[in-house]
């Protein structure tokens, strides 16, 4: 079973930009979907955006004017910046692997809690 | 965008007791649905796609049912190992959606 791994700064300021790390282990990249998702403290869970191996990408329009998601499949990561950042983008953020564009999100990292805050 | 509601907020249960957590999409989603299981501080786990089909492991207890716009998730008889957040998506449409939860409490 592949296995995600987020990783990334905790604490940003606002205004700047969001980067952070997905590495995948036990798999290999190059089938399936890999995707963000994001869920504020207490609240709903929110689909950013996903990337197919070879860099295909569909966004979340609320988010799509500030997010790109890129992967790197020799080094079994794909990558997730946020841009112009607001309290509101306070949440863990989570990497996920599902195996159709649009369908159900098999495997999930651990999350990493990104806060925004000056 | 596709609203998904869920209900009740909180369901409060005694263990061996039956638990029916709902689901309504704002517009209909045919059978293209899934369940996840929160604990605190943990990942969302799938339990259910395909509105009812269950995913690996998944004990014989949880079953999802529904199509269109009215889901289900049933479990039988409530272990005090299923005290958690569960949430539904959609995968109808882009952007793929969730509900706010509703969460077991034993």
């Known amino acids: 079973q592949v296995l995600l791994q987020e990783s990334g700064p905790g604490l940003v300021k606002p205004s700047e930009t969001l980067s952070l790390t997905c590495t995948v282990s036990?798999?290999?990249?190059?089938?399936?979907?890999w995707s963000w998702i994001r869920q504020p403290p207490g609240k709903a869970l929110e689909w950013i955006g996903y990337?197919?191996?070879?860099?295909?990408?569909n966004y979340n329009p609320s988010l799509k004017s500030r997010v790109a998601i890129s992967v790197d499949t020799s080094k079994n990561q794909f990558f997730l910046e946020l841009n112009s950042l607001t309290a509101a983008d306070t949440a863990v953020y989570y990497c996920?692997?599902?195996?159709?564009?649009?369908?159900?999100?098999?495997?999930w990292g651990p999350g990493t809690l990104v806060t925004v805050s000056s | 965008e596709i609203v998904m509601t869920q209900s009740p907020v909180t369901l409060s249960v005694s263990p061996g007791e039956r638990a029916t957590l709902s689901c309504r999409t704002s517009?209909?989603?045919?059978?293209?649905l899934a369940w996840y299981q929160q604990k605190p501080g943990q990942a969302p786990r799938l339990l259910i796609y395909?509105?009812?089909t269950r995913a690996s492991g998944l004990p014989l207890r949880f079953t999802g049912s529904g199509s269109g716009t009215e889901f289900t998730l049933t479990i039988s008889s409530v272990q005090s190992e299923d005290s958690a957040i569960y949430y539904c998506?959609?995968?109808?449409?882009?952007?793929?959606?969730f509900g706010q939860g509703s969460k077991i409490e034993i």
């Open positions: 517009q209909g989603v045919g059978r293209t």
């Open positions: 998506q959609h995968y109808d449409s882009w952007p793929n959606t």
């Open positions: 395909g509105a009812s």
């Open positions: 990337i197919y191996y070879s860099g295909s990408t």
């Open positions: 036990g798999g290999s990249m190059t089938s399936d979907y």
């Open positions: 996920v692997t599902h195996l159709y564009a649009s369908g159900w999100y098999d495997s």
